[in-house]
C-alpha cells in the first residue's frame, strides 16, 4: 500500500492528504468541510458558488462564500460562463480571503446548463481557455483549480483535450468525475478516462466517482496514478470514512468505525453546529437532511423519527435528539 497515501501540493499549500471532500451544494458547508477534515480529510473544497451573486440569492451566496474560520486553505469553487464575470468574482473571493479558487465545469444540473455553465461548457474549448486564462490572470498568487466531467456525452468525451488547456492556461490542479454531462449520476463512474487524463498532464489530478469504500480507494488510486480522490456522498453520515480509508491506504487493514458513543457525540455536535452557523430556521433544516444520513447509527423507532424530522425550532430538535441518543446509549448499556 505504500505510497497511496501522500500529501496533496495546490500551488504552495502542501496538504497532509491526498484524501478531498468533494464539493456538494447542499451538503459541504462549513461545518460539514469541518467535521471531514476533523475526521482525515486532507482538503475540502466550498459548494459552488455563482460567479453573479444576483444570480444566487443573498443567504447562499453568503453561507457559501469565504468563512473566515475556515483552517487554511479556503477553497472556493465559481460556477459561470463569463469570463470577465468569473474573473471579478475570483478578484472578490480573494480579497475576501480566499485561498484557492476552483472553476466548476462538472455540474449536470438543468438550472445550471440552461445558460450554458458547469459542465455545458466541455463543449465549448475555446470558451473553457477563455475562462480559466481570465480567472487565472485576476488572481495571479492564487492557485486556481478545475473540476470538470470526462465530456457532455460518451460519444465526445474530451477530458485530455480540456485537461491540456487546463495545464496550458496555468490551473494547478483538475478534478475529474468519471462520468459525462449526459450520464448525469446515472450508471457507474468510469477511471480509464481519468487515468488517461493523468497520463496527459503534468498537473496533480483527482480522482472522483462513486469511490465509497477504503477498497475503492486504493483500487482507483493504483489504477489511475491519480494524485488523490475526491470523495463526496460516500462519506454522507460517516465523515470517519476518511479516517478509515487512510488507515486502509496505509496498514492494509480495515479500521471499525468508532464507538457508538463517539458517533453520537459527533451528531449532536454537528447538529449544533449547523444552527449556529445557518441561523434557527435554515440550520434546523440542514440538520434534518444530515440526521437522515445518521439514521443508520440512530436506530431509531418510526415515531421517534418522524419527531426528530419533523421538529421546528433548534431546541425541539435538540431535545428530541438527546432523548434519543440517551435512550439508544441506555439500551446498549
Ligand atoms: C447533492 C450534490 C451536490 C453537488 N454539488 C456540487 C458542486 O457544488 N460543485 C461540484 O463541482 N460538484 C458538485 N457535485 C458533484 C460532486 O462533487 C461529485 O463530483 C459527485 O457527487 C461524484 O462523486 P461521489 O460519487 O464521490 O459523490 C454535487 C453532487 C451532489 C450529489
Known amino acids: 500500500m505504500s505510497g497511496l497515501l501522500r500529501p496533496l501540493r495546490i500551488g504552495r499549500f502542501v496538504l497532509p492528504n491526498n484524501l478531498v471532500l468533494a464539493p456538494m451544494a447542499g451538503v459541504t458547508d462549513l461545518p460539514w468541510r469541518n467535521l471531514c477534515r476533523e475526521w482525515g480529510a486532507g482538503y475540502a473544497v466550498g459548494e459552488m458558488l455563482h460567479s453573479r451573486g444576483d444570480l444566487m440569492g443573498r443567504d447562499k451566496s453568503l453561507f457559501r462564500g469565504v468563512q473566515q474560520q475556515e483552517q487554511a486553505p479556503i477553497a472556493i469553487q465559481l460556477l459561470g460562463n463569463n469570463p470577465q464575470d468569473m474573473a471579478e468574482a475570483a478578484k472578490a473571493q480573494v ?31 475555446r470558451l473553457v481557455a477563455q475562462i480559466l486564462a481570465a480567472v487565472v490572470q485576476a ?17 465526445q468525451k474530451n477530458a485530455k483535450q480540456i485537461a491540456k488547456i487546463a495545464e496550458n492556461e496555468g490551473i494547478q490542479l483538475l478534478s475529474v468525475h468519471g462520468r459525462t454531462r449526459e450520464d448525469k449520476f446515472s450508471g457507474s463512474a468510469e477511471y480509464d478516462t481519468i487515468s488517461d487524463v493523468v497520463q496527459s498532464v503534468s498537473i496533480p489530478v483527482l480522482a472522483n466517482g ?17 494524485a488523490g480522490v475526491m470523495v463526496g456522498r460516500a462519506a454522507n453520515g460517516r465523515p470517519w470514512w476518511f479516517r478509515q480509508a487512510a488507515h486502509y491506504l496505509t496498514t492494509g487493514e480495515a479500521l ?23 441561523g434557527d430556521f435554515i440550520g434546523v433544516r440542514m440538520a434534518r437532511k444530515h440526521l437522515v444520513w445518521y439514521v443508520p447509527y440512530l436506530a431509531l423507532t418510526v415515531e ?30
Open 95 to 125: 480579497a475576501a480571503g480566499a485561498d484557492i479558487i476552483d472553476i466548476n465545469m462538472g455540474c449536470p444540473a438543468k438550472k445550471v446548463c440552461a445558460v450554458a455553465a458547469g459542465s455545458a461548457l466541455l463543449d465549448n474549448e
Open 256 to 278: 471499525a468505525e468508532p464507538e457508538t458513543q463517539l458517533i453520537h457525540e459527533v451528531i449532536h455536535r454537528h447538529v449544533r453546529e449547523l444552527h449556529h452557523f445557518y
Open 210 to 226: 462513486d469511490i465509497d469504500t477504503p477498497q475503492k480507494a486504493e483500487q482507483v488510486l493504483r489504477d489511475t496514478q491519480a
Open 304 to 333: 421517534q423519527r418522524r419527531q426528530l424530522m419533523s421538529a421546528e425550532t433548534p431546541t425541539m430538535q435538540l431535545s428530541i435528539l438527546l432523548a434519543t441518543l440517551q435512550s439508544l446509549s441506555q439500551s446498549l448499556n
Open 139 to 155: 488572481v495571479p498568487t492564487t492557485p486556481v483549480t478545475l473540476k470538470i466531467r470526462t465530456g457532455t456525452k460518451r460519444s
